[in-house]
C-alpha cells in the first residue's frame, strides 16, 4: 500500500497537506524538532531539498513533541523558527505522535521499515528519515544522527529519484 494515498495529515498552516502530491517524487519524511540537539540538521535537510527539488524530490518535515518535549511550539512558531531561523522552504506537517498509542497512521507504515542495522519499530529520536520512492514505498530509513549530507542517504535519494 502507497504512504501517499493511505494517509491523511494536515499540513502545518492547517488543511490538508495532500500527500498525494508526492506520487511520482522522492520524498525524505523527518519527524523534526525545534529544540533538539540535532535541530542544526535542518540547514542540510534545506540544502538537500533545494539540491534535488527540480528533479522531483522534496523533504517533509513532521514536527513531534514526544522526545523530551522539544517541539512544544504552536504552528505558527514551528513555522517562524524553521523560516527564520534555517530557512527552511519545504513543507511541514502538523505536529504527531510518531510513536505509541496515538502514533500517527503515517509513522504506523514507516516505522515497519528496517534502517541499515536492522531496526524496525518505534522512532528513536528527533530526526528519523524515511525515504519514500514515487510509488509511495519507503525503501530506507535513517538513523537520527545521520547527517542530511552523509554519503549513504544522497546515494538513497538520486536512486530514488524519478
Same mark, same amino acid.
Given at each position: 500500500?502507497? +504512504? ?6 494536515? %499540513?502545518?498552516? /492547517?488543511?490538508? &497537506? ?5 506520487? #511520482?517524487?522522492? *520524498?525524505?519524511? =523527518?519527524? *523534526? &524538532?525545534?529544540?533538539? #540537539? ?20 522534496? +523533504?517533509? /518535515? ?11 511550539? %504552536? !504552528?505558527?512558531?514551528? &513555522?517562524?523558527?524553521?523560516? @527564520?531561523?534555517? #530557512? ?9 505522535? =510518531? ?16 534502517? @541499515? ?16 520512492? /514515487?510509488?509511495?514505498?519507503? +525503501?530506507?530509513?535513517? %538513523? ?5 549530507? !552523509?554519503?549513504?542517504?544522497?546515494? &538513497? *535519494? ?5
Amino acid at each position: 500500500m502507497s +504512504v501517499y494515498d493511505a494517509v491523511e495529515i494536515e %499540513s502545518l498552516q /492547517g488543511g490538508p &497537506a495532500n500527500l498525494a502530491q508526492y506520487e #511520482g517524487k522522492a *520524498v525524505l519524511i =523527518v519527524n *523534526v &524538532a525545534s529544540k533538539c #540537539g540535532l535541530t542544526p540538521q535542518y540547514e542540510g535537510l534545506e540544502r538537500l531539498h533545494e539540491t534535488y527539488a527540480s528533479r522531483g524530490f522534496t +523533504v517533509l /518535515g513532521v514536527p513531534c513533541n514526544q522526545f523530551m518535549g522539544q517541539e512544544p511550539g %504552536s !504552528a505558527d512558531e514551528i &513555522a517562524e523558527f524553521c523560516s @527564520a531561523t534555517y #530557512g527552511v522552504t519545504f513543507p511541514m506537517t502538523e505536529k504527531v505522535d =510518531v510513536n505509541g498509542a496515538s502514533r500517527h497512521p503515517l509513522y504506523a507504515r514507516l516505522v515497519e521499515t528496517a534502517d @541499515a542495522e536492522g531496526h524496525t519499530g518505534d522512532v528513536r529520536w528527533n530526526f528519523e528519515k524515511f525515504l519514500v520512492d /514515487g510509488r509511495g514505498d519507503v +525503501v530506507a530509513r535513517f %538513523s537520527p544522527q545521520t547527517e542530511p549530507d !552523509a554519503g549513504e542517504l544522497v546515494d &538513497a *535519494v538520486e536512486k530514488a529519484l524519478p
